[in-house]
Nanobody, 116 residues
């Protein structure tokens, strides 16, 4: 059974920074593609905005490219999302995700609110 636990969310002013963590158990994240999604207020769907592949290559949606950075600590089996220059439109619940045995595995989410 895969378990993903996000942490690190909070309230930050525009231009501020946060670092989210996604701690995994049940899998070695170095062997899987790991994803970050977010769901903004009144949005019906979660938006995929960043991936880190098993070889360490990362992908970012244009809206976060240059501001967000994905990394992975294989020894801690944890993925990190460094978010800089945060904007009000980044306000959302942030989820980490992977596909294990052909099924989506999700964390519980962590709230990020960007507001002055």
């Amino acid at each position: 059974q895969v378990q993903l636990v996000e942490s690190g969310g909070g309230l930050v002013q525009p231009g501020g920074s946060l670092r989210l963590s996604c701690a995994a158990s049940g899998i070695n994240i170095s062997e899987y593609t790991m994803h970050w999604y977010r769901q903004g207020p009144e949005k019906e769907r979660r938006e995929l905005f960043a991936n880190i592949f098993s070889d360490g290559v990362t992908y970012y949606l244009d809206s976060v490219k240059g501001r967000f950075t994905l990394s992975r600590d294989d020894a801690k089996n944890t993925m990190y999302l460094q978010m800089n220059d945060l904007k009000p439109e980044d306000t959302a619940v942030y989820y980490c995700n992977t596909v294990w045995r052909a099924r989506d595995s999700w964390g519980q989410g962590t709230q990020v609110t960007v507001s002055s």
